[in-house]
């Protein structure tokens, strides 16, 4: 029996169905106060915004944060339909109506790593449903974006790249590789993409391992990479009909920087943004005030 979801205090641990999709998440803060989504990516759960989780309830929003198909105690089908940029923002947004959340108003969207592509689909096809989106250290899913970003010269392969995009292509590659082995896959990415010493604490890691573990947990997680390909023919056209929704795009000074803001800008009209000296990759772990002021600003 799988063991039960950290707890965080005033965000139980929920779930509902979505078309047949058991979704997990975590909903707290004040039930009338602005609608704040967050939104995790690879090697997260909605655990990785419990810092965040408890700012911004303190300062009087309705939060929620669910785990995505795939992840956490969410369901992980094996296939890879659904796991599409296109698909998750359906199902997360399917989720919004059932629970009721935000009571019909625009939500401001936090969306970390992966799931920032899926948010940006959402706001480019339904901008009176986001009332801005934070886009946090993540490629904008773009093919010539991508080329860059995983191109094989010295620089880019030389120095390891972006290589578990392409890790998860491989069949039956992962599963061997890093079953049995899972501590060691994730502990490899906290070491070398945070650059805050104690942000991701060992109870997280454990956290995150609980289900990051299997052929199952291994292959939920890499979904979202299976189905890139899918998520860039979606995205492509965002480069003739940009977004509208304010977005403000945030790069740790060690994780993509600069790039975060010149990326998004490529498929939005009203982009903000910054780089977060000395932060890493995980900006909701590492700068949590600072993610909370942003949601700030987008709703003053």
Known sequence: MTTPAAQIPGFPSQTATVDGVRLHYRLGGNPSGAPVLLWHGFLGTSYTWRKVMA????????????????????????ETEGYDGQALAEEFRTLVKQLGFGAG??????????????????AAAYPDEIAGLLYLDEPVMLAEVLTKLIAYTPQIAGSGGLWWWTLALAPGI??????GNERAFLSWFYEHSS???????????????????GARGVLGALGVYRASFVTQQQTAPLSRQKVQVPVVALG????????????????????????LPGCGHFIPEERPEEVVRYVQNLTT
Do not use: C, N
């Open 252 to 275: 740790g000074e060690k994780g993509l920087g600069g790039q975060v803001r010149e990326m998004v800008e490529r498929v939005a009209t009203q982009v903000t943004g910054e780089v």
């Open 55 to 78: 700012l911004l309830a303190e300062a009087g929003y309705a939060v929620l944060a669910p785990d995505m198909r795939g992840y956490g105690d969410s369901d992980k089908p094996a």
């Open 105 to 122: 108003r625009p939500l401001i969207v936090a969306a970390h790593d992966m799931g920032a592509p899926p948010a940006l689909l959402w």
């Open 174 to 179: 992962p599963e061997r590789l890093i079953v």
């Open 195 to 213: 650059a805050t010493p104690g942000a991701i604490e060992p109870r997280a890691v454990d956290e995150y391992l609980r289900t990051f573990s």
